[in-house]
């Protein structure tokens, strides 16, 4: 066995310096709200953690308002952001991520321009 030496790493570790990354080595918020580079939720994240703001405790859902199951990429990707975190398991169905709304993926839509956030008046 040959001894290396390791070389440092120029990169300070994840959480740190506020900064963490996804999956796809995107920057994202940590769940504190650190400072990062600010990535913006798609239309379907970002519809799913505007739910969460209207339900007690940030309750992100499991279906939609059609009754079609969210799709669990999109779960894992606002996980991924540090915009949501799971919350409790469900033992009837123990593979549904149950999650609620982070400081972080509050903090994403409050940033968003009005326009962009859809009240709940907007649904009906």
């Known amino acids: 066995m040959v001894n290396r030496p390791e070389t440092p790493n120029p990169l300070p ?4 310096d506020g900064l963490g990354q996804d999956r796809l080595g995107q920057n994202r918020l940590d769940h504190d709200g650190g400072n990062a580079a600010q990535v913006r939720p798609t239309v379907a994240q970002r ?3 505007e739910r969460g703001l209207r339900e007690p405790g940030g309750k992100l859902p499991l279906f939609d308002p059609n009754g079609r199951e969210i799709p669990r990429k999109t779960i894992e990707a606002c996980i991924g952001h540090g ?3 799971p919350w409790t398991a469900n033992p009837i169905k123990p593979d549904w991520l149950v999650c609620r709304l982070t400081p ?8 968003l321009p009005p326009d962009e956030i859809r009240r709940p008046a907007d649904e009906i």
């Not at 570790?13 to 740190?16: D, F, L, N, S, V």
């Not at 972080?104 to 940033?111: E, F, K, N, T, W």
């Open 104 to 111: 972080a993926g509050r903090h994403i839509l409050a940033d």
């Open 47 to 49: 519809r799913y953690l």
């Open 83 to 85: 915009w949501a975190e």
């Open 13 to 16: 570790a994840p959480g740190q």
